[in-house]
């Protein structure tokens, strides 16, 4: 009988890259995901996750800006509506707050918040998608035991409520929450997709179109046996 491994579904998800410019150098929020998950145990990564009904819901109140969400539908696969592009953006920056504790948000009035986003109508915010320029699609490759779209969201860190230093993760997704740059980057275990979003990051960052939504966005996936990008 073939021994082949079950098909494993591709989820959407989105992870949020935070950048800090302080101090004359680029640094970027990242953590270092707890030993005994099963997707990257022990890698250094981007906060974030895949999508969830609750973001779905809030997107009906907090859409994108046409041009931001022109250009997450772009690629195939096709997200199936114009909300569900909204919904990534606050996943990303939901999945923020449940694994670093940190909000993306601004304070004032909101709509109804789902219970996911408890903790920011705690504090009297809103989150911000509309802050976000995207940056970057990649699909976990065959053979990983969790496959995601993800989408990557550049955001400069001036738009978090506020900056607990050193960080404390508020679960166990992340043993450490650190802000870390290109010399920082060489003492963890960092794997090949991060590396290459962390790329992007900084030549958007160094070029100055860090918030220019229309620049190009490299979508990274698999082909059979080859490595592939496009630009949409």
């Known amino acids: 009988m073939s021994g082949a491994a079950?098909?494993?579904?591709?989820?959407?998800?989105?992870?949020?890259?935070?950048?800090?410019?302080?101090?004359?150098?680029?640094?970027?929020?990242?953590?270092?995901?707890?030993?005994?998950?099963?997707?990257?145990?022990?890698?250094?990564?981007f906060p974030g996750g895949r999508l969830e009904a609750s973001d779905v819901?809030?997107?009906?109140?907090?859409p994108l800006d046409a041009a931001v969400t022109e250009r997450l539908m772009r690629g195939s696969p096709k997200l199936a509506s114009r909300r569900r592009a909204a919904a990534l953006a606050l996943a990303a920056i939901r999945?923020?707050?449940?694994?670093?504790?940190?909000?993306?948000?601004?304070?004032?009035?909101?709509?109804?918040?789902?219970?996911?986003?408890?903790?920011?109508?705690?504090?009297?915010?809103?989150?911000?998608?509309?802050?976000?320029?995207?940056?970057?699609?990649?699909?976990?490759?065959?053979?990983?035991?969790?496959?995601?779209?993800?989408?990557?969201?550049?955001?400069p860190a001036d738009c978090l409520l506020e900056r607990p230093d050193p960080i404390a993760p508020p679960s166990d997704e992340f043993e450490t929450v650190i802000w870390v740059g290109s010399e920082e980057l060489k003492a963890f275990r960092v794997a090949d997709i991060t590396r290459l979003i962390l790329e992007a990051a900084f030549a958007r960052i160094d070029e100055g179109?860090?918030?220019?939504?229309?620049?190009?966005?490299?979508?990274?996936?698999?082909?059979?046996?080859?490595h592939t990008v496009e630009h949409l």
């Open 6 to 45: 079950p098909r494993v579904r591709i989820r959407d998800a989105a992870s949020l890259v935070l950048f800090d410019r302080s101090g004359g150098r680029t640094r970027f929020l990242m953590g270092v995901r707890a030993s005994g998950h099963l997707f990257m145990p022990g890698h250094l990564v």
């Open 57 to 62: 819901a809030l997107a009906r109140h907090l």
């Open 95 to 155: 999945e923020t707050q449940e694994e670093t504790g940190l909000l993306f948000a601004e304070r004032g009035a909101s709509p109804p918040l789902p219970d996911a986003f408890a903790p920011f109508a705690r504090a009297g915010a809103v989150p911000c998608p509309r802050a976000l320029v995207p940056l970057a699609r990649a699909v976990t490759p065959p053979g990983m035991p969790r496959r995601f779209d993800a989408r990557f969201f550049l955001a």
């Open 209 to 226: 179109s860090h918030g220019d939504v229309s620049a190009p966005i490299p979508f990274f996936r698999r082909r059979g046996l080859t």
